[in-house]
């Protein structure tokens, strides 16, 4: 008599090669996903090296002359983020600012979103991560008009009278501001760069030259 099996045994093996077979591919896209992972990491770790070796070389170049991220040579290997950085240390050195902030336009809504800063707890990058046409504050200004917001004391600027923004301006330690909208060569805004100054009326520094710079470097053709 030859060898038989059974409906419920064949059901049971056929049913037990399939799980095995989820089973291994399962394994197998753990194992891919685990190798991506850890070549994105290597990736992401090599590439934050090489913007803080771009930034330090950059700043050992500048000294307090804070223009230097015009230069070709590092426009050329330099990504957005690393030129964003560079842009705030220019206003921290050339533009004379206690910190800064760097927005980006979303045409699409209207808002600027943060998106590089210098100095800021997370109560002020909570309240102004976002910014609508609906905040007035000194960067919307900014952007609604697309001319420079120079704000020599948030106490006495009616931009910022009987509005929350001035509790959160001040909490952070700005007590003046000045912000300059980013417009490439066809006048379309980009961003805004914010200089946030602890004491009123700063008269130091070249902020309005360092403005000008990040729109060349950020958004020139």
Known sequence: MGFQVQPDELARA???LRWAEAERNRIGLQ????????QQRAIDVEVAETRRRLISHLRRRAGHGGLAFL???FLTVA???TIAEAVLEAALTAGGADFCDLQSYEPATATLRLEAQRGFDDDFLAFFGIVGSDRVTACAVAAATREAVLVDDVLRSPIFVDRPTRAA????GTRAVYSYPLLDPYGT???VLSLHYRRPSPRHGMPELVAAGAARALFAE
């Open 14 to 16: 056929q049913a037990g």
């Open 31 to 38: 194992v891919t996903e685990m190798r991506a992972r850890l």
């Open 71 to 73: 230069d070709p040579d």
């Open 79 to 81: 990504d957005r983020p």
């Open 169 to 172: 301006v001040r909490a952070a």
């Open 189 to 191: 805004l980009h961003g």
